[in-house]
């Protein structure tokens, strides 16, 4: 599948009716995810025919991506009911055979499930300081493979610092310098829209190291 074929269906997906601010909802543009989710295949491999989680998955857009891109299976977990029945919504759409589960990330155990690939938006840390980082380690505790992972960019230094001393990650290499499109979706907004940096992000599990590279 084409670049723009990838973002032209994920640019058609239904997206949150009504976001929750505590939770950071915001939804992945077409853009980035088509973006995040054609480099990991394309550039190292990390989606066909492998077995993909999609953390805090929201609507669903990026682990339908990972399901249009040839992903051996596909579970997307989010805390939140309503985004998991659009997500569901949105991979019925797309003729796509998808597990969503309803949890809360920093609680998941895998122990019975392998997971090679973990690829995620997860919330920037601006509601509930560290939110961020939770994801991450949870994410790197239960990837085979690799971890793909959107941050803010002003958090480069602190996401590669601790994702290498503290969350067992063997490589923490930033890809690219993205534009993530916020849209005024809440009261205190008072832009129609705000660009902000964001870095596209490819952890290694340090189990891992040497082998997937």
Request: hydrophobic residues 40%; aromatic residues 8%.
């Given at each position: 599948m084409k670049l723009k074929q990838l973002?032209?269906?994920?640019?058609?997906?239904?997206?949150?009716?009504?976001?929750?601010?505590?939770?950071?909802?915001?939804?992945?543009?077409?853009?980035?995810?088509?973006?995040?989710?054609?480099?990991?295949?394309?550039?190292?491999?990390?989606?066909?025919?492998?077995?993909?989680?999609?953390?805090?998955?929201?609507?669903?857009?990026?682990?339908?991506?990972a399901g249009l891109l040839g992903a051996e299976h596909v579970t997307g977990f989010d805390i939140d009911q309503e985004s998991i029945e659009i997500a569901t919504s949105n991979a019925d759409e797309l003729d796509l055979d998808i597990d969503f589960v309803q949890c809360d990330i920093r609680n998941l155990t895998l122990s019975d499930r392998h997971i090679d690939t973990v690829?995620?938006?997860?919330?920037?840390?601006?509601?509930?300081?560290?939110?961020?980082?939770?994801?991450?380690?949870?994410?790197?505790?239960?990837?085979?493979?690799?971890?793909?992972?959107l941050h803010k960019t002003s958090t480069r230094d602190h996401i590669?610092?601790?994702?290498?001393?503290?969350?067992?990650?063997?490589?923490?290499?930033?890809?690219?310098?993205?534009?993530?499109?916020?849209p005024q979706l809440y009261k205190f907004h008072k832009k129609k829209e705000v660009d902000v940096a964001v870095d596209l992000w490819r952890f290694i599990p340090t189990s891992n190291q040497g082998r997937h590279l």
């Open positions: 973002e032209s269906l994920l640019g058609s997906l239904q997206q949150f009716d009504r976001p929750k601010i505590e939770l950071e909802q915001y939804p992945t543009g077409p853009h980035i995810a088509s973006r995040l989710l054609y480099t990991a295949e394309n550039s190292f491999g990390d989606l066909s025919d492998k077995v993909v989680a999609d953390f805090g998955c929201g609507c669903g857009t990026l682990g339908l991506a690829v995620m938006n997860p919330p920037f840390g601006t509601r509930k300081k560290g939110a961020d980082m939770e994801f991450l380690s949870v994410a790197l505790k239960v990837a085979s493979r690799a971890v793909y992972s590669r610092r601790t994702a290498l001393r503290e969350y067992n990650a063997s490589s923490a290499e930033v890809l690219c310098e993205l534009r993530f499109d916020v």
